[in-house]
Nanobody, 115 residues
Framework: QVVLVESGGGLVQPGGSLRLSCAAS????????MGWYRQAPGKQRELVAR???????NYANSVKGRFTISRDNAKNTVYLQMNSLKPEDTAVYYC?????????WGQGTQVTVSS
């Protein structure tokens, strides 16, 4: 059983920055891809960014150039640095560990971008 715990969400003004963290239990964190998803009210959950075990990354077009995903395998933690935030980035952000046959999800952290 893996437990993922997100932190770092909150209220920020447009143009501001936040850094989300996701800490994972267990001792084989480094071999799994990790991702950040988000879900806004009334919308489907969408992939924001993914980082593979070797460090390669993928981003949704809507966040390219503004968000950066990274991982610290020694701390079993994945991060999402979010810059130049926009109101449309408002959502609950979830951390996911990609596994087969079943992925693990965190409980989510709210990010609200508003003046």
């Amino acid at each position: 059983q893996v437990v993922l715990v997100e932190s770092g969400g909150g209220l920020v003004q447009p143009g501001g920055s936040l850094r989300l963290s996701c800490a994972a239990s267990g001792n084989i964190f480094s071999i799994y891809a990790m991702g950040w998803y988000r879900q806004a009210p009334g919308k489907q959950r969408e992939l924001v960014a993914r980082i593979n075990p070797g460090g390669s990354t993928n981003y949704a077009n809507s966040v390219k150039g503004r968000f950066t995903i990274s991982r610290d395998n020694a701390k079993n933690t994945v991060y999402l640095q979010m810059n130049s935030l926009k109101p449309e980035d408002t959502a609950v952000y979830y951390c996911k560990q990609f596994r087969s046959p079943g992925d693990y999800w965190g409980q989510g952290t709210q990010v609200t971008v508003s003046s």
